[in-house]
């Protein structure tokens, strides 16, 4: 059963919806955004937001930012918060994510640095060509299985699976139910443009208790028993202190939910994309050394995660418009990856793009995703495998749509080889 605060919370989140939906009529484009509608192909809409300028100002409350170059500057400047300090004035529709309260998102900058330090090791140069050997047995064992299908789902089949069998070893976690850890990274995934029902509230309530349950479980078994993975290495005392349970617990949810349903999104989108572009796909196919590249460009072209939000924590001045201390930003990374000052005919999709890698994909400043470097790897992989492997690959059906704005992916893609 739902607590009176759940529903007095969910009562509030449908009157707000209610509220996007007459915005959305009226023509506000973030309301718009919001409400999925233009999930299939949100692009145009942010050249609409472009067309008034760097800085969009929404009827929700919100300035979206558009331009590459300010949202950059945002990012870096610790004058923008990412945590929000007032939370019945200052979150919007889409900050409530799945990284609850113990993770290091929600930490303050020197919490947070410490935290990068501590999960840094896990992403060296040299982890990752340890779990590249892993990842790459474990592309061709879904592959084959996907094959000798005939006709599979690219993203249940392939795309989801492959990262979450690798983060959760990553994590010292084994014999893991991967439908089940999937449905874990859907409501996780899907709370980030926030909780629109009761029904919703429960499950992620429940997802969230599963996975610490899950947790804790492990971190007691990696303390009578360490093995070379991370909660092994965070259970280790730091400067002759443990760290807390609670703490350990969180990075480790925080991992998970962070680490695997972008991974997926950015391998089903750049599958996608591709075979939209059959001149792309056959330049992949005949070097699959461009594997990287197509990675990049498809962060560029399609990001998984569309938006990052943050307040100011001071008065400040924008896009020649002055806004005050508490204003919500609303930082349009998909829209950044398009900036015509930046990217030259930015709506092309092209391989041999010189400067793809200057996308704003993984955000940038104090933020900027400590995974990027396992998920650029798993990206690569399943690209190359799939460009070798299966070189005629073709789509048979319609892909399906997750039905999220922060989070941009595809729930299926038919496709035969
Ligand atoms: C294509 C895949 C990925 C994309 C597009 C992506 C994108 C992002 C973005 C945009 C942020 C910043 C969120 C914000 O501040 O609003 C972020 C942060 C983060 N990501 Fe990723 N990510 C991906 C894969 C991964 C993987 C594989 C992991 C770990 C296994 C990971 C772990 C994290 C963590 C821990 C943070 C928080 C960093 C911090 O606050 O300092 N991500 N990611």
């Keep these: ?47 609409r937001m472009r067309e008034r300028g760097p800085v969009y100002r929404s009827r929700t409350g919100m300035y979206a930012i558009t331009s590459h170059e300010l949202c950059t500057r945002v990012l870096r400047d610790p004058a923008f918060a990412r945590r929000n300090e007032e939370p019945q004035r200052l979150t919007p529709p889409g900050d409530q994510g799945p990284t609850a309260d113990s993770s290091f998102l929600q930490e303050e900058v020197s919490d947070h640095m410490r935290w990068r330090r501590l999960v840094a090791p896990a992403f060296r ?26 006709e599979f789902d690219l993203v249940n089949d392939y795309a989801s699976p492959l990262p979450i069998t690798v983060i959760s070893e990553l994590l010292g976690l084994s014999d893991i139910d991967v439908e089940q850890f999937a449905h874990y990274g859907f409501v996780t995934g899907k709370a980030i443009d926030g909780i629109r029902s009761t029904r919703q509230a429960v499950e992620f309530r429940t997802a969230v208790r599963e996975l610490d349950a899950l947790f804790a ?57 591709l075979k939209e572009h059959p001149a792309q796909w056959d330049k992949l ?17 399609d990001p998984p995660v569309q938006y990052s939000i943050r307040a100011a924590r001071e008065d400040f001045e924008a896009g020649g418009e002055k ?7 609303m930082l349009v990374l998909g829209a950044a ?7 030259d005919d930015p709506h092309r999709f092209d391989l041999t793009r010189p400067d793809a890698g200057s996308h704003l994909a993984f955000l940038s400043g104090a933020h900027y995703c400590v995974g990027a470097p396992l998920a650029r790897m798993e990206a690569d992989v399943a690209l190359r495998v799939l460009a070798e492997r299966v070189p005629g690959l073709r789509l048979t059906g319609d892909p399906g749509r997750r039905p999220t704005a922060a989070l941009r992916g595809l729930l299926h893609l038919p496709v035969g080889a």
């Design 285 to 301: 196919v005949s070097d699959p050394e461009l594997a990287p590249a197509a990675a990049e460009e498809s962060l560029r072209y």
């Design 337 to 343: 990856n398009r900036d015509h000052e930046v990217f």
């Design 217 to 273: 479980a492990l971190v007691r078994r990696r303390r009578a028993e360490p093995g070379d993975d991370l909660v092994s290495e965070l259970l280790r005392p730091q400067g002759g202190q443990e760290l807390p349970e609670r703490e350990i617990v969180g990075t480790c949810q925080l991992l998970l939910t962070a680490g695997f349903e972008t991974t997926t999104n950015l391998v089903s989108n750049a599958v996608l994309r």
């Design 1 to 47: 059963m739902p607590t009176a605060a759940e529903l007095r919370r969910t009562a509030k989140l449908h009157y707000r919806r209610a509220g996007l939906w007459t915005k959305a009529r009226r023509g506000d484009l973030v309301s718009q955004l919001m409400l999925h509608e233009r999930l299939a192909d949100p692009y145009p809409l942010y050249e």
């Design 323 to 329: 806004l005050p201390s508490g204003t919500i930003l």
């Design 125 to 150: 140069p040299r982890k990752i060509g340890e779990y590249r050997r892993r990842t790459e047995e474990v592309a061709h064992r879904l592959l084959d299985a996907a094959l000798a299908k005939g």
